[in-house]
């Protein structure tokens, strides 16, 4: 391939609201352009990224006994009202009438239309285990799009499903499916954890995802130096609280004007801040018809974990209760609520560590105003305990090894949904005793273009991208220094054929630009080895470059395709040893 002949379009300087290492290095290198926010067109180089990274996905999903399908990316509504998400997924759903006024969506992902087509496909056990896939672009109505194509409106993904007719045949593709994202990361050169996740409006109750640390993630990963990894949202760590053995002493009501935060209440009422119950409320949407109130009691400055409570409490949806629902349950605004006094109406939950406390300072649901002395069961009642707390840094994991956090980036994520969707949507097949079950699902997906992101936030420098080869766009970028010598331009258009018949992918700098630019772009975008045509070109001598430690060697013509062949052994060893 010709570079004159190529759309790379590179740039001196990132755009102004480029965050991300990624984002500024992929619109530098002509990666990516900017269609609108959140909508990114990619460009040639992406693209071969793209088509390598599908490749790797189609090579393994084949091993793992997967087939490939395509879904449309249109979708008619009723299915998802039917299932329940066309509410409940909330403002990132796209939704739209066609011209006779009928509702559809742009597919964010396809639970409800593959389970529609096995259900109408598939009606006995002996047609299961079934495993289908599609790569294919998902829509998303992002509020804050950010960080390039990371957190895009559209983008590409892998979504797999798994369909069985027991909890063997589930557990079996799901361990296939496992080990094949295993493989596929490794292949791609990622450093990944394997966490445990919530499975958030996808349903089901077990999960795993696979998350790329970085400096620049949308979750937060708590890990240990043992064996433990888990999104924050499911992340837990060692109970240490103690019994508190004062003696209860007498409720009084104290004046608190202004303190609406835990710090500014301990400062006022002038006691420890981890003497304070932090009161949080909430509506949970319990079915169509219920929306249950339930308030949530903390220790001190701990942080309301909501995917745990929210699993606790089984509920559809959860929202803090604005300013209306806590006058109208509790006579009071945020900042000022608690639980002494709460009526039966509201359900009353508390995290583990409010169960050692004794004499708690809590809000007195009176604007300005709080209670010090309160107790359990004389004062207040708590209907349920429960681990409902975001852990912290330091904290004792279930390995026994201290909490450390890490930004990380959602590439891949695992779901055992059994028969969430099935049982709404009615596909059920024949088991081997004539009887009719629900069948049992599992969901499989990867994010195909924020793999690229994932890649570059770990592997770029302050010159350019780095490209693990096993998905650079070429693996050999041929510079002749001065393209109007013919020598040098004979010499690399001999190198290419060599090359290519090899089995590389090459790409000449052919342009007639001063070799400052070229070495610069070449930086840019990062092919894995640079093969420099200069001065000892009529002495049968080229420079070879490698891109990820700038090292460099002096090689003769005749050696270089070895030389490749070497240079490109050792870095993907490399990058597997990394990944690992």
């Known amino acids: 391939m010709q570079q004159s002949k190529i759309l790379?379009?590179?740039?001196?300087?990132?755009?102004?609201?480029?965050?991300?290492?990624?984002?500024?290095?992929?619109?530098?290198?002509?990666?990516?352009?900017?269609?609108?926010?959140?909508?990114?067109?990619?460009?040639?180089?992406?693209?071969?990224?793209?088509?390598?990274?599908?490749?790797?996905?189609?090579?393994?999903?084949?091993?793992?006994?997967?087939?490939?399908?395509?879904?449309?990316?249109?979708?008619?509504?009723?299915?998802?009202?039917?299932?329940?998400?066309?509410?409940?997924?909330?403002?990132?759903?796209?939704?739209?009438?066609?011209?006779?006024?009928?509702?559809?969506?742009?597919?964010?992902?396809?639970?409800?239309?593959?389970?529609?087509?096995?259900?109408?496909?598939?009606?006995?056990?002996?047609?299961?285990?079934?495993?289908?896939?599609?790569?294919?672009?998902?829509?998303?109505?992002?509020?804050?799009?950010?960080?390039?194509?990371?957190?895009?409106?559209?983008?590409?993904?892998?979504?797999?499903?798994?369909?069985?007719?027991?909890?063997?045949?589930?557990?079996?593709?799901?361990?296939?499916?496992?080990?094949?994202y295993r493989n596929i990361f490794d292949r791609i050169g990622l450093d990944y954890k394997v966490i445990l996740a919530d499975s958030g409006t996808m349903g089901g109750k077990n999960s795993q995802e696979f998350s790329a640390p970085a400096e620049v993630g949308e979750d937060i990963i708590a890990y240990t130096d043992g064996d433990y990894a888990a999104n924050l949202e499911k992340a837990t760590s060692k109970f240490t609280g103690v019994q508190q053995t004062a003696e209860p002493e007498k409720l009084e009501k104290k004046p608190t004007p202004g303190a609406h935060s835990?710090?500014?209440?301990?400062?006022?009422?002038?006691?420890?801040?981890?003497?304070?119950?932090?009161?949080?409320?909430?509506?949970?949407?319990?079915?169509?018809?219920?929306?249950?109130?339930?308030?949530?009691?903390?220790?001190?400055?701990?942080?309301?974990?909501?995917?745990?409570?929210?699993?606790?409490?089984?509920?559809?949806?959860?929202?803090?209760?604005?300013?209306?629902?806590?006058?109208?349950?509790?006579?009071?605004?945020?900042?000022?609520?608690?639980?002494?006094?709460?009526?039966?109406?509201?359900?009353?939950?508390?995290?583990?560590?409010?169960?050692?406390?004794?004499?708690?300072?809590?809000?007195?649901?009176?604007?300005?105003?709080?209670?010090?002395?309160a107790n359990i069961d004389r004062d207040f009642r708590v209907d349920q305990f429960g681990d409902f707390r975001n852990v912290k840094e330091g904290e004792i994991a279930p390995d026994g090894h201290p909490i450390k956090f890490t930004p990380g980036i959602e590439i891949g994520h695992i779901f055992k949904l059994g028969t969430h969707y099935s049982k709404k949507?009615?596909?059920?097949?024949?088991?081997?005793?004539?009887?009719?079950?629900?069948?049992?699902?599992?969901?499989?997906?990867?994010?195909?273009?924020?793999?690229?992101?994932?890649?570059?936030?770990?592997?770029?420098?302050?010159?350019?991208l780095v490209w693990p080869d096993s998905i650079a766009p070429f693996d050999v970028h041929v510079i002749p220094v001065n393209a109007k010598k013919a020598d040098q331009m004979e010499m690399a258009n001999e190198l290419t054929v060599a090359l290519e018949k090899a089995g590389y992918d090459v790409l000449v700098d052919d342009r007639k630009e001063r070799a400052g630019v070229k070495f610069a772009d070449s930086d840019l975008i990062g092919i894995p080895i640079r093969i420099t045509v200069g001065k000892k070109a009529s002495d049968g001598i080229v420079e070879v470059k490698i891109r990820k430690t700038g090292e460099t060697v002096e090689v003769k013509t005749e050696e270089v395709v070895n030389t490749v062949a070497i240079l490109l052994k050792q870095l993907s060893g490399q990058d597997d040893a990394e990944a690992k």
């Open 425 to 464: 949507l009615g596909a059920q097949v024949l088991d081997n005793n004539g009887r009719l079950v629900d069948v049992i699902m599992g969901s499989y997906g990867i994010g195909v273009s924020r793999l690229l992101s994932a890649v570059a936030e770990q592997t770029a420098d302050d010159n350019g």
């Open 8 to 180: 790379i379009p590179t740039k001196k300087e990132a755009p102004s609201d480029a965050e991300a290492l990624s984002h500024k290095m992929m619109v530098r290198a002509g990666y990516i352009y900017q269609v609108s926010a959140g909508v990114w067109a990619y460009l040639p180089m992406a693209y071969r990224v793209i088509r390598k990274v599908e490749n790797i996905i189609r090579q393994e999903m084949e091993k793992a006994g997967a087939v490939e399908m395509m879904m449309p990316a249109l979708l008619p509504a009723d299915l998802w009202k039917e299932s329940g998400r066309y509410e409940s997924y909330g403002d990132n759903l796209f939704k739209l009438k066609d011209r006779r006024d009928r509702d559809f969506i742009m597919g964010p992902t396809h639970e409800e239309t593959f389970t529609e087509v096995i259900r109408d496909s598939i009606k006995s056990y002996k047609k299961l285990p079934l495993v289908v896939y599609q790569l294919q672009d998902k829509f998303r109505d992002e509020d804050r799009p950010r960080y390039g194509i990371l957190r895009g409106k559209e983008f590409e993904m892998l979504d797999g499903y798994s369909f069985s007719a027991d909890q063997a045949g589930l557990d079996q593709v799901y361990d296939l499916q496992a080990r094949a």
């Open 262 to 373: 835990v710090d500014e209440a301990a400062e006022s009422l002038g006691i420890d801040s981890n003497q304070i119950i932090k009161t949080m409320f909430y509506m949970a949407k319990m079915s169509e018809e219920e929306t249950q109130p339930v308030l949530v009691l903390m220790r001190g400055n701990d942080e309301v974990n909501e995917a745990k409570l929210k699993d606790e409490l089984g509920c559809e949806e959860l929202e803090l209760a604005d300013e209306e629902d806590a006058v109208k349950y509790l006579g009071a605004h945020p900042g000022s609520l608690g639980p002494v006094g709460v009526g039966e109406d509201v359900k009353i939950y508390a995290d583990n560590y409010v169960k050692v406390m004794v004499n708690m300072a809590c809000g007195a649901n009176d604007d300005g105003h709080h209670y010090i002395n």
